[in-house]
């Protein structure tokens, strides 16, 4: 199987610069083997996706914002790794939060954005344990928000 770089270019997949910080935390800490990074929300160059899942965001477009937290997550892995992407051994957990409306329950469904992408990009080393929880706001509106747990060389 090719490596997560060449995986990334398979994909079509440039990452972009990782988002600083906006209030008075670090985007990853290494303890070990082991580097947490920070929730990443689902913003892009364009502004990214907002807005409340089921209210003013389908599903489809969520998952896309799921997937989207996880493009910045492989950016922060990659800066955690020294530019490295290589050097991720495992993905060992992600913590999925989704602006839900009252109504809407496919939880599970839309944090496979990330979830599937971080299989593409590592193969079986991209299986992880997960939590996907519907939350009643996030930070800025963003629909998505997403964090992890990695296992680095």
């Known amino acids: 199987m090719?490596?997560?770089?060449?995986?990334?270019?398979e994909?079509?997949?440039?990452?972009?610069?990782?988002?600083?910080?906006?209030?008075?935390?670090?985007?990853?800490?290494?303890?070990?083997?082991?580097?947490w990074i920070s929730g990443q929300v689902s913003i892009d160059a364009g502004g990214g996706i907002r807005g409340v899942v089921g209210v003013d965001v389908d599903a489809e477009t969520a998952n896309a914002a799921a997937r989207l937290c996880g493009v910045n997550l492989l950016a922060q892995m990659k800066a955690a790794c020294d530019g490295d992407l290589d050097r991720v051994v495992r993905v060992v957990k992600l913590g999925g939060f989704v602006q839900a409306g009252p109504d809407f329950f496919a939880i599970p469904q839309v944090v496979n954005?990330?979830?599937?992408?971080?299989?593409a990009v590592f193969g079986d080393a991209g299986r992880h344990a997960r939590s996907a929880?519907?939350?009643?706001?996030?930070?800025m509106n963003f629909a998505v928000e997403v964090d992890a747990v990695i296992e680095v060389a």
Do not use: I
């Open 2 to 9: 090719s490596s997560p770089t060449a995986r990334l270019a």
């Open 11 to 35: 994909l079509g997949l440039v990452l972009p610069t990782p988002v600083a910080p906006v209030a008075n935390y670090t985007p990853f800490v290494r303890t070990g083997s082991q580097v």
């Open 113 to 119: 954005g990330a979830s599937d992408l971080m299989v």
């Open 133 to 139: 929880v519907g939350v009643y706001r996030l930070p």
